[in-house]
């Protein structure tokens, strides 16, 4: 069978989205990859409906990359009920059950409960969340009534903060290890309460190692490829006319959509997105990097095994996974340093 052509052009990075409320991960994914006109892309860690804040999409090799920087700590600010439980541990579910908050709780007394929070936990996943027990995602089997017995897993919370209190609503900044389920740790907070709680709202604040980078918003992109296309025509095509790639009517769909809209050869906003991605090694400068001569490129390209013309030191002398350039300092993917000098391809990158 033939290979199917990818749509779309090979933009190459990261972009951190500020994900909107509303609407899956995946949605505010596909309508990046349109106003981009990537023929691939993939985010890292999926953000809940009501979640706001912080979604690293990672375009074309960039994706090859992506599973590392899924084990990174994140940051969240939540806002919670007390009181109040539902079937879903936020304000998306249905109530399961209304209790009294207790009269004598006070902002000191709250905070002294979350601190107990702070450190090394044994969590129980919500019903809705995408991990699998016996090859079934949760949330499906939430949707079918079902509930299973969940393991407990471990995480870590570094530091829990009150940011404000107000009787029988709090809001809460988090920092955590990954898999940390900020629903599961609300819960806890109102089990150990005795009032139960659920979140209302939930931001994604930062993703380790982009704490310090700013975040764009999906109205932020399209603005600007409605203003770059109202001041200045897209390249037309066999006549076609100019394309806009307001509200991705332009960008080519998916593949397996029924739209038959034809992908343009270039659109005049296309400079200004790229110009907000993040290269494909920003967050993995905590590996050791090595750099290859020509004749170790073409080895690596074809999955063997070469050796190192420069080596740099790692801040973790045990981590063998390398990022590793040529001599242009052009990543050419991951490897493993198998001995002094030496590196085993892990993840090989493709420039066409």
């Known amino acids: 069978m033939a290979r199917r052509h990818r749509r779309g052009r090979p933009v190459h990075g990261i972009l951190l989205l500020d994900k909107p409320n509303g609407g899956s991960?995946?949605?505010?994914?596909?309508?990046?990859?349109?106003?981009?006109?990537?023929?691939?892309?993939?985010?890292?860690?999926?953000?809940?409906?009501?979640?706001?804040?912080?979604?690293?999409?990672?375009?074309?090799?960039?994706?090859?990359?992506?599973?590392?920087?899924?084990?990174?700590?994140?940051?969240?600010?939540?806002?919670?009920?007390?009181?109040?439980?539902?079937?879903?541990?936020?304000s998306d579910g249905e109530v399961l059950e209304t209790r009294q908050v207790p009269e004598d709780l006070t902002a000191e007394r709250f905070a002294q409960v979350c601190e107990r929070f702070v450190g090394d936990l044994m969590q129980v996943p919500p019903m809705v969340s995408a991990i699998k027990i016996d090859g079934q995602r949760l949330y499906k089997l939430a949707r079918e009534g079902k509930e299973v017995e969940r393991p407990p897993r471990p995480v870590t919370i570094f530091s829990l903060e009150v940011l404000s209190f107000s009787g029988d609503s709090a809001r809460l900044s988090v920092r955590c290890s990954k898999g940390t389920y900020i629903r599961s740790l609300v819960t806890d907070i109102g089990e150990a309460l005795g009032c139960g709680a659920h979140v209302t709202a939930l931001r994604r604040t930062f993703v380790c190692p982009f704490e310090q980078y700013p975040m764009v918003s999906i109205e932020t992109l399209e603005q600007m490829a409605a203003d770059v296309d109202m001041?200045?025509?897209?390249?037309?095509?066999?006549?076609?006319?100019?394309?806009?790639v307001k509200d991705g009517d332009s960008i080519q769909p998916d593949s397996g959509s029924s739209s038959s809209a034809a992908q343009p050869d270039s659109c005049a906003s296309w400079p200004a997105l790229d110009a907000l991605l993040l290269p494909l090694d920003a967050g993995l400068h905590h590996l050791r990097a090595v750099r290859l001569d020509e004749a170790g490129e073409h080895a690596f390209a074809h999955g063997q095994t070469t050796a190192c013309v420069q080596l740099s030191k790692a801040a973790d002398q045990s981590e063998k996974l390398s990022r590793v350039y040529d001599g242009n300092s052009r990543l050419l993917g991951l490897g493993d340093l198998l001995e002094e000098g030496t590196v085993s391809p892990c993840r090989v990158l493709q420039w066409a």
């Open 25 to 90: 991960s995946n949605h505010a994914l596909q309508r990046a990859k349109r106003l981009f006109g990537a023929s691939k892309a993939g985010h890292t860690g999926s953000l809940d409906p009501l979640a706001t804040g912080m979604l690293p999409i990672c375009f074309g090799e960039a994706t090859k990359l992506s599973a590392f920087l899924l084990d990174a700590d994140k940051g969240y600010e939540t806002t919670l009920k007390l009181g109040v439980t539902t079937n879903s541990a936020d």
């Open 231 to 244: 001041s200045e025509p897209t390249q037309q095509r066999d006549g076609a006319q100019p394309a806009s």
